[in-house]
């Protein structure tokens, strides 16, 4: 794991600050810096750029598919979950008959697009029970109709874990004919996946794998390709682009290529090749070592100062987040910038991320700056 040394070696902007809110932006180390420069080394090359260019698209291919446990030819990238999703409902292409689940402690990313469709499919929603997302509540939700159980492998609003084993039994047995689409963002490069049986996995890249903003990557087991390809338009997701017979037909690559729609965002997966190598050389099983300890103390100093956490905290359902509700929250969160403790704040709610560059004393600094907020 890091040492004091390393870690400021590699993350000297967390020197005097208490940062704890990589589920909203990561903080890279250098070297995704320095990947970026290669990247705009090759730029200035103009045409003749263009085999740095496509050579970091495989090699951020080939980590990203190691760390996920796929095939290189199951992983893919586009520029953001947003569009990952917009894509998926064009693979899918449901109907009016069709019924979508999405949870209520999803990303508005994973849960707006069957909203928007021209056909919108019937959307059901699985409701949270005190911040938890149960499968007991969720057989009712599943029948035959249903062709998508989306859900995020840990929540942006609350870190809920999902208990996958339980979810996956459940939706195979109620629901034959759905696929399960998961939202690793907030779980990918922090914590173990452990999520056989996905059938398409979806992460933004400037959170816990420690990237930047423009890249997404998908995940597609080849045996759900034919059925998750996508029906867009665009040139470098197509096998004929230029070919004789390009404007009599659109011969779309299967699968996780066809979420590869236009130009790859060159500098995003320059940055997240090397970022996805940093981490998974630290290891994030060690990451995991690390930050659970600390993510348990932060919950129960929470506890301890009266503030309830939104969910439960479960040892075999790891996450790196932890929030909490207050009346007071914009005053809360006033007094930790002004401490220099940096957590996310929305509409009453303050979250806190804990990450393998963290330490005990980030946790304990954000404990004290909260003990005077409310004693």
Request: charged share 20%; proline share 4%.
């Amino acid at each position: 794991m890091l040492t004091d040394s390393s870690r400021l070696r590699d993350f000297p902007t967390l020197q005097g600050i208490t940062y704890l809110n990589t589920a909203a932006e990561s903080i890279p180390p250098l070297g995704v810096g320095e990947a970026l420069q290669a990247y705009w080394k090759d730029k200035t090359r103009g045409m003749r750029g263009r085999e740095g260019h496509f050579a970091a698209v495989e090699n951020c291919r080939e980590i990203s598919a190691k760390m996920l446990g796929l095939n290189t030819d199951e992983v893919s990238f586009c520029s953001c979950s947003s569009e990952a999703y917009n894509l998926l409902a064009s693979a899918l292409n449901l109907s009016a008959e069709d019924e979508v689940v999405v949870t209520d402690l999803d990303f508005p990313a994973g849960a707006t697009p069957w909203l928007r469709a021209v056909q919108p499919p019937r959307v059901r929603l699985w409701k949270a029970t005190e911040g938890e997302l149960k499968a007991t509540e969720l057989a009712s939700l599943l029948n035959e109709k249903t062709k998508l159980v989306q859900v995020s492998l840990i929540s942006f609003f609350n870190g809920h874990r999902i208990a996958w084993t339980a979810l996956h039994e459940s939706v195979r047995k109620l629901a034959p004919n759905a696929l399960i689409s998961v939202d690793i963002t907030q779980a990918f490069g922090r914590v173990e996946l452990n999520c056989p049986g996905a059938d398409i996995l979806i992460s933004s890249t400037h959170k816990w794998t420690l990237g930047v903003h423009g890249g997404c990557i998908i995940g597609v087991p080849k045996q759900n390709a034919q059925r998750l390809t996508t029906h867009a338009g665009g040139w470098y997701h197509l096998s004929n682009a230029f070919d004789a017979d390009r404007f009599d037909r659109a011969v779309t690559k299967p699968g996780a290529l066809s979420f590869s729609v236009g130009m790859p965002n060159f500098a995003a997966l320059y940055a997240l090749n090397a970022a996805l190598r940093y981490v998974d050389d630290v290891g994030v099983a060690a990451i995991s070592a690390h930050a659970d300890p600390l993510v348990k103390e932060l919950y129960e100093g929470l506890i301890a100062l009266g503030l309830k956490p939104m969910c439960p905290l479960h040892a075999d359902l790891k996450t790196g987040i932890i929030a909490f509700m207050h009346e007071r929250s914009g005053e809360i969160h006033a007094a930790l910038e002004k401490a220099d403790v940096h957590v996310m704040h929305s509409a009453g709610r303050i979250r806190l991320a804990v990450h393998g560059y963290n330490t005990r004393a980030d946790v304990r600094r954000a404990l004290e700056v909260l003990r005077g907020c409310v004693a």
